[in-house]
């Protein structure tokens, strides 16, 4: 039982990570031969806000699994309409658009899923071993 815990407890955070990680690298389009250095430097940062923001989510879920875990769930569910919306835009395309969120949103619903289970069982794991022992009344 252990290593379920274990693993609950990591795969939301691997995954965060992951998830971060893969949202950052759409930044890099900032970088195009043309603009000046420092023009290009700042517009990185500026597309790297989202994962400025998730980091900041990540580091609150780290410590408190419940609150971060409804923030990611909800993360991913507000944005999922707007990622939508952005792409059949640009594609046209009812399927390309559902894949684009299912790759970019999706994750952190899981992660959010995750966290609050992780939270779920660790409290129930630590109410089971405050219980009393004996339950007879003096």
Request: charged share 15%; hydrophobic share 55%.
């Amino acid at each position: 039982m252990k290593t379920i815990e274990q693993i609950l407890y990591w795969l939301p955070r691997m995954l965060c990570i992951a998830a971060i990680l893969f949202v950052s690298y759409f930044s890099l389009d900032a970088f195009e031969p043309g603009p000046p250095l420092w023009q290009q430097i700042m517009d990185f940062l500026i597309h790297n806000i989202p994962s400025y923001i998730l980091i900041l989510a990540l580091i609150l879920a780290w410590k408190k699994e419940l609150v971060g875990g409804i923030i990611f769930t909800l993360f991913g569910i507000i944005t999922s309409p707007l990622v939508y919306s952005q792409n059949i835009h640009r594609n046209h395309s009812v399927k390309d658009s559902l894949n684009i969120v299912l790759l970019i949103t999706f994750p952190f619903i899981i992660v959010g899923i995750l966290f609050i289970a992780s939270h779920l069982i660790r409290k129930r794991k630590n109410q089971a071993i405050n219980l009393p022992v004996d339950n007879r009344e003096v």
